[in-house]
């Protein structure tokens, strides 16, 4: 299909790149709202559709999803400052809005942070699906990955708690790709922690960082995912959330933000979610210990 | 119990789908229980627990769906459940809106109202084809190459007597009412029509039309081989007549390689009973011999395009002038050694169009399609001073797709030039529209970074220089591919045309600035 679309958004740091050189590569993979290609440095950029929220790497298209541009994984693709191509398809960059991640200080007191993750926890508890961190699941498969999934939760949290770092490191490589899907659901919780992690004010120093090795255990997807929490960055319906959460004096329309992340893929929302509120849970005890 | 196991490579879906997938061939009649994951450490670690890791599921990478059926022991059709869900992968809605009918015959394909048969078939069988078309009243376009030339005259004697058009065979370009035929693309309807004997030339001259503001009523496509002394253009002649009783068509373009003389006397004749203007491109053809004719002659193929819109839509149409302070800047950049030219075309006009405005300055320029024996240059030979090399010629193609399909072989040759130290120009085409490859600029990239690479790091400026052949309509766009050329330091010519000139500035003798 002949296609030219245009950028409504885009994450500011891939303007940034693809003004510093152009970005060659090839399409990764093709879903019915989100098409990633691959440069040849390994960044993945995803071209979202319109209704996909702002992410790091993420540049959204005035285009409703990617069926019908007969697009498919292997295509050459490239990446200008102007606009970008793959197969018969373009995207003009005509002056989108640049998209930051902003920082959510974690300002709150011990008292305040442990009800925002309770509220958090009977939100989940509403909104969540079952499977990944939740369990519940007759999937024997998925069964037993639940159970792992919350070995390495328990492990992980105690570990951070006593600031423990090589065992904190030992329970993330057992969560990373832990999981059946794209993006498992060992690292969707990590990606909850991690961001939390990674706001200025955060108490739990000890979580480990995601290197190479670490990575390299799950999807490239989901291993940029998590590399970008790590760093304060995800996709702006969870900064959105957690700036609702964190906001002093009480969130406003924190169910819908809730349900929003929620809706994240099958289960990946909800182990999302779990992530973040383990974290609160986390800064919460961890400022009782001070 | 029996595990069977299947690893798709480097294959994503997203957890959605991944679990309804998961899900219906867990519902699979047979199957005691199903399993797709991801391939990751983590989750062949579970299936190691689970007693169900296999060597092939061992070796599975994090990028690979791992499928895992569990069926009882002695269950007799295992690969019919393997292959039922290996069919959800696949299984993808209908796009919405297309409709296709297949038929297995050139007659059923006649009762359908029909009145026009594409054939593209082997060589062999491609004149019995052809004629069976014809005989069910049917206007052929013949693909296929390698027909035999008696074949070629019976075929289009038979059109003609019939009064359709036998286009081909080795005719790959057409656009009849609006629509495009094989290699073509999308422009303007307008009241230019064209009857060529060269594909690229007539894709060219369209894509000049419509960047002009004119457009196009008809483009008729006749084989490479109908200005021929055997063939005496037959099709070309029965074209003319067809664009002269053509109410759309205002002003007729003839575009040709060069023909043989008593065949061009024989098309030239016909200029002044069209009653119609008539542009003659003959690429090296004689001036006073259209104009004594009474058609307009045309020296390129922007000239051609040119004069077309001048007589059809806008009578002060101009072509910008060359960049002359550009050319300046390129030359003051190359060093004394940087004296050759190595063009890399996938269209056989464009090459012709470019390698005659070098050997118009006189310089000696070697290719695959010289005319001239002694400059003649073999598909596989070494370039050696200006070469021009047209990849879509026979030798190249014999046994693999054209260039505009599959451009692997002209990227190693961009590679292999750009490391020779007497180049100073490398010149490449890139042709858009229907049938062609799908990213033509895209996929030559990498290969131009490559032969960039190469020149820097013997400190030397290779300038290379694209064409693109396309129009805003097509698939995909012009500006797409321009600008991604652009980005990769590539200077763009704004037509075939242009392309010679610039590269004849570049190299040429004379002062440019």
Redesign the interface.
């Known amino acids: ?4 679309a245009v950028a409504l958004s885009m994450d500011a740091v891939v303007a940034g790149k693809a003004r510093e050189r ?1 970005l ?1 590569g090839e399409v ?2 093709v ?2 709202r ?1 098409l990633n290609v691959v440069t ?1 440095q390994d960044q993945l950029v995803a071209f979202a559709a319109a209704t996909v929220d702002d992410a790091p790497w993420t540049i959204r298209v005035d285009v409703d999803g990617w ?2 541009h ?1 697009v498919e ?1 292997g ?4 990446v ?4 970008a ?6 995207v ?1 960059f005509a002056k989108p809005r640049l998209w930051y991640a902003k920082d959510v200080p974690l300002i709150l007191d011990r008292t305040e942070l442990a009800a925002r993750a309770r509220l958090l926890d009977d939100l989940l508890a509403a909104h969540g699906v079952p499977g990944g961190m939740q369990g519940n699941t007759s ?3 998925q069964a ?2 639940s159970i ?1 999934l919350r070995q390495g939760q328990t492990a992980l949290t105690q570990a951070l708690r006593r600031n423990d770092a090589e065992a904190a490191r030992k329970a993330a490589e ?11 659901a ?1 690292d969707d919780f990590l990606t909850g922690l991690a961001l939390v992690a990674a706001q200025p004010g955060s108490r739990a120093t000890s979580f480990p960082r995601l290197t190479g090795k670490i990575l ?6 989901s291993a940029v995912t998590l590399c970008e929490a790590a760093n304060g960055r995800a996709r702006e319906s969870l900064l959105d959330l957690l700036r609702r959460l964190l906001e002093p004096g009480g969130g406003t329309g924190l169910a819908d933000a809730v349900a929003r992340v929620a809706a994240i ?4 929302g909800t182990d999302l979610l779990s992530g973040v509120a383990a974290g609160l849970h986390l800064e919460s005890e961890m400022r009782g210990s001070v | 119990m029996t595990v069977t196991a299947v690893i798709k490579k ?1 294959t ?8 309804s997938i ?1 899900t219906k061939a ?1 519902q699979a009649d047979g199957v005691d ?1 199903a ?4 391939g ?4 062949k670690g ?2 190691d ?2 007693g169900l890791l296999t060597p092939e599921l061992a070796d599975a990478a ?2 690979d769906l791992m499928i ?1 059926v569990v069926t009882e022991e002695g269950t007799e059709d295992v690969e019919e459940i393997l292959a039922r869900i290996e069919e959800l992968l696949v299984r ?2 209908p ?1 919405e809106g297309e409709t296709a009918v297949v038929h297995r015959t050139i007659e059923s394909a006649a009762q359908r109202n029909a009145n026009l048969a594409i054939i593209a078939v082997n060589g062999a069988y491609a004149a019995r084809e052809a004629r069976k078309a014809l005989e069910n009243d049917l206007h052929v376009l013949l693909f296929s190459d390698n027909v035999p030339v008696e074949d070629e005259i019976a075929l289009k004697n038979l059109a003609h007597d019939k009064g359709l058009l036998m286009m081909g065979p080795d005719c790959g370009t057409a656009i009849i009412n609006n629509t495009g035929l094989c290699f073509a693309n ?1 422009v303007r309807p307008g009241s230019v029509g064209i009857v060529a004997a060269s594909g690229t030339g007539s894709q060219e001259v369209s894509v000049r039309v419509h960047a002009l503001g004119g457009g196009i009523s008809q483009l008729i496509g006749t084989g490479g081989r109908d200005l021929s002394a055997e063939v005496g253009g037959i099709m070309m002649i029965d074209g003319i007549r067809a664009l002269a009783a053509d109410d759309r068509t205002d002003a007729i373009v003839l575009v040709s390689k060069p023909p043989a003389p008593e065949v061009e006397k024989k098309v030239l004749a016909e200029i002044a009973g069209a009653g119609k203007p008539v542009v003659v491109y003959f690429i090296g053809g004689s001036e006073e011999a259209v104009a004594a004719a009474g058609g307009h002659f045309a020296a390129t193929s922007q000239d051609a395009a040119l004069q077309a819109v001048w007589l059809t839509t806008d009578p002060v149409a101009e072509v910008p002038a060359l960049d002359a302070a550009h050319v300046a800047a390129v030359r003051a950049k190359l060093k004394p050694e940087q004296q050759y030219v190595r063009g890399i075309f996938c269209g056989g006009t464009l090459c012709d169009e470019s390698m005659y405005a070098l050997l118009n300055a006189g310089e000696d320029v070697w290719s695959n399609i010289q005319k001239t024996p002694e400059f003649v240059l073999p598909a596989g030979a070494a370039s050696r001073g200006h070469t021009f090399l047209d990849f879509g010629d026979d030798e190249f193609t014999n046994g693999r797709p054209h260039p505009m399909i599959d451009p692997s072989l002209r990227l190693e040759r961009l590679v292999r030039e750009a490391a020779d130290p007497t180049v100073a120009v490398l010149v490449m085409d890139f042709v858009l529209g229907f049938g062609s490859h ?2 033509p ?3 030559t ?2 290969a131009i ?1 490559e032969a960039k690479r190469l020149a820097e790091k013997d400190g030397r400026h290779l300038e290379i220089v694209g064409y693109v052949l396309g129009t805003d ?5 012009l ?3 321009v ?2 050329l652009e ?2 330091g590539v200077t763009v010519a704004r037509s075939s045309t242009e392309t010679g000139q610039y590269v004849r500035a570049i190299i040429g003798k004379e002062a440019t600035a």
């Open positions: 299909m002949n296609a030219t152009v060659l990764h993979s879903f019915r989100v040849q069926c019908r007969q994984a295509t050459p693709a490239v200008t400052a102007q606009g191509t793959f197969g018969a398809t373009s003009k999937d024997p498969f037993a990955v792992r057992g969560l990373v790709g832990l999981g059946p899907g794209l993006t498992p060992g390299a255990r799950t999807t490239l997807l893929g099958h289960t990946s | 480097n994503y879906f997203d957890s959605v789908s991944l679990m998961s867990n229980q399993f797709v994951a991801m990751t450490e983590m989750n579970v299936l627990n689970l994090n990028g895992v993808k809605p796009a999308a799908e990213d600029v895209g996929v990239l990498p970074a309509l097509d698939t995909p766009a500006a797409g591919q600008a991604a980005a990769a």
